[in-house]
C-alpha cells in the first residue's frame, strides 16, 4: 500500500468515526442552499427526495450520502421509468448518477461535498435530455 493510499484510508476511518458530525453539516449545507430536497439524517447517512423540473420535464432524485457506502459516499438516483442502464449516459450498474470520475476529480485526500454536487444533478439531466434528441452525450466526460 502506498502512503497516499494509507492517508486516504486513514481519512475515511476518520469520516466513519465523525459520521454523525460530517452528516450533520452535510445535510445543513444542502438544506440552506437547496429548498427543494426533503432530507434525513440517520446515524450513518443523509436520505434525500425532491423533485426539479428542466425543459418541462420532471425528475424525481433519490439520494443516499454516507462515509460508510464503499467506494464514493454519494448514491444518486433519478426515479423515472424511461431511464434505462446505459454508460453513454453516465450511469453506474446501479442506476446511480455518474457525475464526476471518482479516482480523476476527487481532490487529494479530500471527499466532494454533497452540497457541491447537487448541481451536478440538474446538468445531468439536462444532457441527458440532449442525448435523447441527439444520441450523443453533450457534456464534459471522462471515458470510463
Same mark, same amino acid.
Given at each position: 500500500?502506498?502512503?497516499?493510499?494509507? /492517508?486516504?484510508?486513514?481519512? /475515511?476511518?476518520?469520516?466513519?468515526?465523525?459520521?454523525?458530525?460530517?452528516?450533520?453539516?452535510?445535510?445543513?449545507? #444542502?438544506?440552506?442552499?437547496?429548498?427543494?430536497?426533503?432530507? #434525513?439524517?440517520?446515524?450513518?447517512?443523509?436520505?434525500?427526495?425532491?423533485?426539479?423540473? #428542466?425543459?418541462?420535464?420532471?425528475?424525481?432524485?433519490?439520494?443516499?450520502?454516507?462515509?460508510?457506502?464503499?467506494?464514493?459516499?454519494?448514491?444518486?438516483?433519478?426515479?423515472?421509468?424511461?431511464?434505462?442502464?446505459?454508460?453513454?449516459?453516465?450511469?453506474?450498474?446501479?442506476?446511480?448518477?455518474?457525475?464526476?470520475?471518482?479516482?480523476?476529480?476527487?481532490?487529494?485526500?479530500?471527499?466532494?461535498? /454533497?452540497?457541491?454536487?447537487?448541481?451536478?444533478?440538474?446538468?445531468?439531466?439536462?444532457?441527458? /435530455?440532449?442525448?435523447?434528441?441527439?444520441? #450523443?452525450?453533450?457534456?464534459?466526460?471522462?471515458?470510463?
Amino acid at each position: 500500500m502506498t502512503h497516499i493510499e494509507i /492517508l486516504e484510508n486513514s481519512l /475515511l476511518e476518520d469520516y466513519k468515526r465523525s459520521a454523525d458530525r460530517l452528516l450533520y453539516l452535510e445535510k445543513t449545507l #444542502v438544506e440552506y442552499h437547496y429548498s427543494w430536497l426533503n432530507l #434525513v439524517q440517520t446515524k450513518s447517512e443523509i436520505l434525500g427526495k425532491g423533485t426539479i423540473y #428542466v425543459n418541462g420535464e420532471r425528475f424525481d432524485v433519490l439520494l443516499r450520502y454516507s462515509p460508510f457506502l464503499p467506494g464514493r459516499f454519494d448514491r444518486i438516483f433519478i426515479d423515472r421509468k424511461d431511464i434505462e442502464f446505459s454508460s453513454q449516459i453516465h450511469l453506474y450498474r446501479d442506476m446511480s448518477l455518474c457525475l464526476y470520475h471518482p479516482l480523476l476529480d476527487k481532490p487529494l485526500f479530500k471527499i466532494i461535498p /454533497l452540497f457541491k454536487m447537487i448541481p451536478w444533478i440538474s446538468e445531468w439531466c439536462v444532457h441527458y /435530455l440532449e442525448w435523447k434528441k441527439y444520441g #450523443v452525450w453533450l457534456g464534459k466526460e471522462i471515458a470510463h
